[in-house]
């Protein structure tokens, strides 16, 4: 099993930044691959960023492309995601979540996702 902890949300005022990490612990080998995902109520949790753990490769949705950026930190098994620019629709509950190794593609998903953290709320005043 893999535990996931998120951290770091809270509130912020439009086009300020906020940093989210995620630490994890457990069978950590066993996982390859790490994302965020957001979700607001009565919507479906959508696809933010997710980084390969060995390769370094990035995907970002396009709402936030630009502005974000995920990094990880293998020593310690944390990934972070840098919000910069942020604003009201970006307000969400943002999950991390990770899996094994896959294609590229799946990396989008949610349910190609094994793991996740309980959640942290972003909240974005305008």
């Known amino acids: 099993q893999v535990q996931l902890v998120e951290s770091g949300g809270g509130l912020v005022q439009a086009g300020g930044s906020l940093r989210v990490s995620c630490a994890a612990s457990?069978?950590?080998?066993?996982?390859?691959?790490m994302g965020w995902f957001r979700q607001t109520p009565g919507k479906e949790r959508d696809f933010v960023a997710a980084?390969?753990?060995?390769?370094?490769?990035?995907n970002y949705a396009d709402s936030v492309k630009g502005r974000f950026t995920i990094s990880r930190d293998n020593a310690k098994d944390t990934v972070h995601l840098q919000m910069n620019s942020l604003n009201p629709e970006d307000t969400a509950v943002y999950y991390c979540?990770?899996?094994?190794?896959?294609?590229?593609?799946?990396?989008?998903?949610?349910?190609?996702?094994?793991?996740w953290g309980q959640g942290t709320q972003v909240t974005v005043s305008s």
């Open positions: 979540a990770a899996k094994g190794a896959g294609d590229y593609w799946r990396l989008k998903i949610a349910s190609e996702y094994t793991y």
């Open positions: 457990g069978r950590t080998f066993s996982i390859t691959d």
């Open positions: 980084i390969t753990w060995n390769g370094g490769y990035t």
